[in-house]
């Protein structure tokens, strides 16, 4: 089993950043990063392996705006989450997967993180 603990969820305004982390109690293949709105289906936002390539994935939508990054040494991610929009507001999930796969899918993903709240006003 894998403890994720999440970090850096607030409310900031439209155009404004904020910083995710997750903390993982053990190595992993890779981690990610979803998001759930209410009414909406969750949905992948960004993933990065822990393999020497560190390959990173995100979704079109936040492309440009969002950063996943890595720390081996501590089993650690972030996400830097810059111009950010009021349809950004979501509870953002971390995740783990200890399998080689298509990050972009939830499936896979055998460890999840509690959650962080993140409200962008406008």
């Known amino acids: 089993q894998v403890q994720l603990v999440e970090s850096g969820g607030g409310l900031v305004q439209a155009g404004g950043s904020l910083r995710l982390s997750c903390a993982a109690s053990r190595r992993t293949i890779a981690m990610g990063w979803f998001r759930q709105s209410p009414g909406k289906e969750r949905e992948f936002v960004a993933a990065i392996s822990f393999s020497w390539s560190g390959d990173t994935n995100y979704a079109d939508s936040v492309k440009g705006r969002f950063t996943i990054s890595r720390d081996v040494a501590k089993n650690t991610i972030y996400l830097q989450m810059n111009s950010l929009k009021p349809e950004d507001t979501a509870v953002y999930c971390c995740?783990?997967?200890?399998?080689?796969?298509?990050?972009?899918?939830?499936?896979?993903?055998?460890?999840w993180g509690q959650g962080t709240q993140v409200t962008v006003s406008s």
């Open positions: 995740a783990a997967r200890d399998t080689f796969g298509d990050r972009t899918s939830e499936n896979g993903y055998g460890h």
